[in-house]
């Protein structure tokens, strides 16, 4: 019986479950077709789409769909649509990040659109070509916002027209083009903060060319300043500073690298020592400035009309300039150049990402690019800090050699001034500069001379005359008021100013006997008779030496002539100076 009423039960359930779905609305099971796709973020997938077809029955439809790399466009291809799941992705306000560094603008295709996919609503942009796009940064990536649609976002489809390559889909990257997702990016501070370091070679250059006036410093600044340039336009600092069209940008960004190695050579040919740089090395250095900028011109001004070939000929030019800038490295580091090791350490990182980028754009046909963007920033500084340690060097060694010569000048000077036996003044010193000392108070004048001197060299020998002169010389003891001359053998000149003229010209006299007997003893005496003119500024302010000595040279001779050992002095007010035919004579009689 309890079998007989749960089979009872059982039928009850499944007949009340049947009534309930039959009176359930028929709407309620109806399932949206589309509710069930999905779209994962992790690949983007692609599909051949005809030019009649609307996107609508394109994005609805899973199984026209592939995920797979495409590796070759079917023949006949006239449009393809690349799909990028949102799925479970953050981004906040779906766009596309396009590519547009290729050598030809529209080589790879003609126009695209953006299509933005919902769950019951599909938006579209019209179609886009890339010269409508405004710059924004990375320099050769620029943001497109997708169209807005009421409801969340599935996915962002592509379409693109006119396709030519299959590798077309990668030009186009899923991005977030919120306001928030468009600050500067970690390659763009490294840009900015490069661009910030290079400040310091650029006040460098810059003083060192006010220094040193040279042509390779206005050179080394040129460089940092194009290097600047050129990672601000590379890491797309530019759009972000300035509203600037994106044809300039490009221009910017492409022959400020020309510019940098024209001038690189340039300041090579300029920096390396004339002496260790043959004419050939020279005249190839300045031949492939020449070629960089002729090659950058053509780049910015026929890329985008002959295409391809302006391509392959800007990257064989480049083959020729890496080959003649090793030639002439090369020669002048064999002829032991100091100047070229500099220049060798800061290109070389620059020459071989150079290196690898025409290599590889040259041997795939520019299927592979070498961009190393990061790379080139630090190539290009670290070419601007060598260089400037480089002219810091060349700096310290010019200043070394200049101080060198001053050294030379000065001790040339002094044994062209000097008398090479006592250190004194020899007479130069009175015939080319006495109106200066003459204005600088010296007006009054001594004549000293040994008295027998002549005895002492033929009694002692010159070797003894030659310590006695040198006695005397420390005897006489010049000072700050006091200039002495040795005027010849055994006569000397005191240039005297200040007050007490006699008094410190005889003190100085009677010294001399004293150091003539330390230096030869007893066994001889050695006294001097001196002639002294005092005349003071006033007197005769245009006074010539000649005269003055003159004067003083008949006083020595009364002093001679009176018995010697003794001063004559005279203090002047004014008078004429005598002939000079009578002192010669005068001399001859008082020796």
């Known amino acids: 019986m309890i079998g007989g009423a749960t089979r009872w039960l059982a039928r009850l359930y499944v007949g009340a479950l049947a009534v309930l779905f039959a009176l359930m609305p028929a ?28 996107m609508a029955a394109i994005a609805r439809d899973p199984a026209r769909w592939s995920c797979g790399t495409l590796e070759e466009l079917p023949a006949g291809t006239q449009q393809i649509a690349v799909r990028f799941g949102l799925g479970d992705s953050a981004i906040a306000q779906p766009g596309l990040l396009v590519n547009s560094h290729t050598y030809r603008e529209f080589d790879t295709f003609e126009r695209f659109a953006i299509v933005t996919v919902g769950e019951r609503e599909i938006a579209s942009s019209g179609w886009l070509t890339v010269e409508q796009l405004l710059p924004t940064s990375p320099v050769w990536k620029t943001r497109v916002e997708a169209p807005s ?3 969340e976002a599935q996915a962002v489809i592509v379409r693109i027209d006119a396709p030519e390559r299959a590798g077309v889909i990668d030009r186009f990257e899923l991005v977030d083009t919120a306001p928030d997702a468009l600050l500067a990016n970690a390659d763009q501070l490294i840009a900015a903060t490069l661009c910030g370091l290079l400040l310091l070679p650029v006040l460098i250059g810059l003083g060192h060319f006010r220094v040193l006036r040279s042509r390779y410093a206005a050179y080394h600044f040129a460089y940092c300043v194009l290097a600047m340039v050129q990672i601000a336009a590379l890491g797309g600092l530019l759009p972000l500073l300035f509203d600037i069209p994106r044809t300039a940008q490009f221009m910017i960004l492409h022959l400020s690298f020309d510019l940098i190695t024209a001038t690189s050579v340039i ?7 004339p002496d260790r740089l043959s004419a050939t090395s020279r005249r190839l250095l300045y031949a492939i400035g020449a070629l960089a900028l002729v090659l950058g011109t053509m780049r910015v001004t026929l890329g985008q009309t002959i295409g391809d070939a302006i391509a392959f000929v800007y990257y064989g030019g480049y083959v020729l300039f890496l080959v003649g800038l090793g030639y002439a490295l090369a020669q002048s580091l064999l002829s032991g150049s100091r100047a070229s090791r500099f220049i060798l350490a800061g290109f070389l990182p620059l020459v071989v990402i150079g290196t690898l980028r025409v290599v590889l754009a040259l041997a795939t046909n520019f299927e592979i690019r070498f961009h190393a963007v990061l790379w080139q920033h630090l190539a290009l500084s670290w070419q601007a800090v060598v260089t400037a340690i480089a002219v810091a060097d060349r700096f310290l060694i010019l200043r070394q050699e200049r101080d060198h010569a001053r050294d030379t000048a000065r001790l040339l000077e002094r044994v062209s001034e000097r008398d090479s036996l006592t250190d ?16 600088d108070g010296f007006t009054s004048l001594a004549v000293l001379d040994l008295d027998h001197f002549k005895a002492i ?33 055994e006569e000397f000149v005191l240039l ?7 008094e410190r010209a005889e003190r100085r006299r009677i010294a001399v006997g004293l150091a003539g007997r330390a230096a030869l003893g007893d066994a001889h005496r050695v006294t001097a008779s001196m002639g002294l003119i005092e005349l003071s500024p006033e007197t005769a302010p245009d006074m010539d030496f000649y005269g003055l000595y003159e004067r003083a040279d008949r006083l020595l001779y009364e002093a001679k002539n009176a018995g010697r ?20 004579a005068d001399r001859r009689h008082a020796a």
Do not use: W
């Not at 004194?424 to 204005?439: D, F, G, K, V």
């Not at 004014?574 to 035919?581: A, L, N, S, W």
């Open 565 to 584: 050992d003794r001063t004559v002095s005279e203090r002047l007010k004014v008078f004429r100076p005598r002939r000079r035919d009578r002192r010669s």
């Open 496 to 502: 005297l100013r200040g007050d007490g003229v006699f």
């Open 424 to 439: 004194l003044y020899n007479r130069r010193i009175i015939t080319e500069r006495y109106a200066q000392l003459h204005a």
């Open 149 to 151: 649609i009421a409801g």
């Open 27 to 54: 709407h309620a099971l109806a399932q949206d077709p589309n509710s069930g796709l999905t779209y994962p973020s992790e690949l983007p997938c692609h599909t051949i789409v005809d030019p009649a077809e609307t």
């Open 457 to 489: 060299n033929d009694t002692f020998g010159h070797a003894a005359g030659d310590d006695v002169l040198c006695a005397v010389a420390d005897a006489l003891g010049p000072d700050e008021d006091t200039i002495v001359v040795r005027m010849g053998g």
């Open 267 to 273: 300041f090579a040919v300029n920096f390396i020592e």
